[in-house]
């Protein structure tokens, strides 16, 4: 494999037939023991579905919390040069159901891209929790997969039109309502309690990680003389703070503009990683 440029991003190559969800029918299939073993090996791609696809195989194997892998926009942005064919990508895939975009609760303007075979999967999960407590009004979670999530693209949604996609299945009620709430399947926005975002169950732990790797990561660049490390040494840095590896926080501080790759002069193709 060619040494990756120092900006981390490639340009798009031709427009190519794209691919739906990685396990439709297991087209283009990535198996986990294809994961590259150094960062450095893995640190552009293509275009925007090979980039999905094998940021999702490389979601990092969490313990004591379920959930299927899901990609930062900002880690996107990090490996495909040209942000405008992303963006029209990811809009293009939304429509064709491939995938969802939801806005995170990390006080920042983080958007998580999850393929929709994968958010079936966690919502399911969620629902199966929900339903095991014995509770009326659990039709709601087959009309909110059924009416909603499949004709509703945005991140958001607002309670009229909610309640009327709803209503689809059946009557509704406040407390269909608060049964999505709770299964985390959607949150009230704070500046208007009619509008919701929809979200990924059980996501709170990994979001309290993602802002403390954040922190982390840049605390310990700036104890350095330079502000910089080389990339393979920060590589094998193990966080203290966060059930995410390095290699998911430096995609996404990357492609937020936090941090920068440097080619190290002493070493020719060898990278750092530094502080914007």
Excluded at 38 to 46: G, H, K, N, P, V
Excluded at 104 to 123: E, P, R, S
Excluded at 173 to 191: E, F, V, Y
């Amino acid at each position: 494999m060619d040494k990756p440029s120092s900006s981390y991003s490639s340009s798009s190559g031709g427009k190519k037939k794209r691919p739906r969800s990685p396990s439709d029918h297991n087209e283009h299939p990535v198996d986990r023991t294809q994961m590259y073993t150094s960062l450095e090996d893995a640190l552009t791609f293509s275009d925007t579905m090979i980039a999905l696809q094998l940021m999702r195989t490389q979601f990092p194997k969490l313990e004591k919390v379920v959930t299927e892998p899901f990609i930062l926009q900002s880690q996107l942005y990090s490996s495909v040069r040209d942000r405008t064919q992303v963006d029209r990508d990811l809009e293009s895939l939304k429509k064709d159901n491939v995938l969802r975009l939801f806005k995170l609760n990390t006080g920042q303007d983080d958007h998580a891209i999850m393929f929709m075979d994968d958010y079936l999967k966690q919502m399911a999960f969620a629902v199966k929790r929900s339903t095991s407590k014995d509770q009326d009004g659990t039709e709601v979670f087959e009309w909110f997969e059924r009416y909603v999530i499949h004709s509703k693209l945005e991140a958001s949604i607002h309670q009229r039109e909610l309640c009327s996609l709803l209503s689809l299945g059946g009557d509704i009620t406040d407390k269909h309502i608060t049964l999505l709430m709770n299964a985390g399947l959607l949150t009230r926005q704070l500046i208007d309690p009619n509008m919701y975002w929809f979200s990924i169950p059980s996501i709170g732990p990994i979001l309290k990680g993602l802002t403390q790797g954040r922190k982390e990561i840049l605390s310990l660049l700036n104890r350095k003389k330079y502000k910089e490390m080389l990339l393979s040494s920060l590589e094998k840095t193990r966080l203290r703070f966060s059930p995410l590896d390095v290699r998911f926080h430096l995609r996404d501080l990357i492609g937020s503009g936090h941090i920068k790759t440097v080619q190290t002069p002493t070493d020719s193709g060898t990278n750092s990683i530094a502080c914007v």
